[in-house]
């Protein structure tokens, strides 16, 4: 792939975990990457491992829930004379709480940052796009956003909002060569995870997981290159589940099947 190929790329979130790891995948196939964060440690982490390789990014504080941070995010790509041809809206928190104990305060911070930065970004990004008659707007969701988890009352929530708002954005931004996709990530292997999911947690979901293991933040940054090509034009709307088979199964997704008795065990 080359440079022209990709364009300019901005990464949300991309000072850790998955944004990171696809700043990381998309500088590989040439895009120069505009990687932000709040954290400004992350963001010259991922700076710095990108340059490594030889590939081109710039850093820049953004917090997602803040229009004056976003609007100096995007001005960022003049530096390149371009404006924004791939926006990953990766940032994402999450807060456990029960349902009958989860505050309004506690909802809006999930929400502010999930879907109303996503939001703001994504429109932000298709209003430099729609000058150039393309764009890729690539929006994380997660498995989350497709079933229900205990303490997920704002996070699954707002991973639901997600897929409705990248199918709006898909049905209004389409005719101008905008396309807009989500990935829905199954369990994958980042500080998030390891912050809010216990030891015995992890041992109790790994067997769903029909492949076997967690996910890498690889796994979600090649899926995230796919949604990206210039080559994807046509794929507009789709939800990608990432997640090993995870949600694909139903209630007697674990144990085996006692075939003498046409039973499960
Ligand atoms: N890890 C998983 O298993 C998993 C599964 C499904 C979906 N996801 C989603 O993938 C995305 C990345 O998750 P991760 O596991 O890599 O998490 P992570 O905590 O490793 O990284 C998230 C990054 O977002 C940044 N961030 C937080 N608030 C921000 C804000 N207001 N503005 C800008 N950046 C902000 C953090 O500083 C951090 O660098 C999230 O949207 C998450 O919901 C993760």
Redesign the pocket.
Known sequence: MTMKEYGVALV?????????ETAIHLAEKGARVIV????EA?ISDTVRKIEALGGVALGQR?????PDDIEAAFAAAERWDKCVDILVN?????NIQTFLEFTAKSWHQVM???LT?SFLCAQRAARDMIGQSYGRIIN?????GLRAGVGRTA?GTS?AAIIGLTRQIALEMGPYGITANAI??????????E?TYSEETIARLLPMIPVGR??S?SD?AEAVCYLASPKTGYVNGEILTVDGGYASAGMTQTGTLDLAKGKNK
Do not use: E, H, R
């Open positions: 949300t979130g991309a000072g850790s975990g998955i944004g990171q932000t964060d709040i954290s992350g953004l917090d997602v829930s803040d990766n940032a994402g928190i999450v502010d940052v999930n930065g994380m969701s997660s498995v989350s996070y991973k829905a990530p199954g369990p994958i292997m980042t500080p998030l995870i912050a967690f996910g933040c979600i």
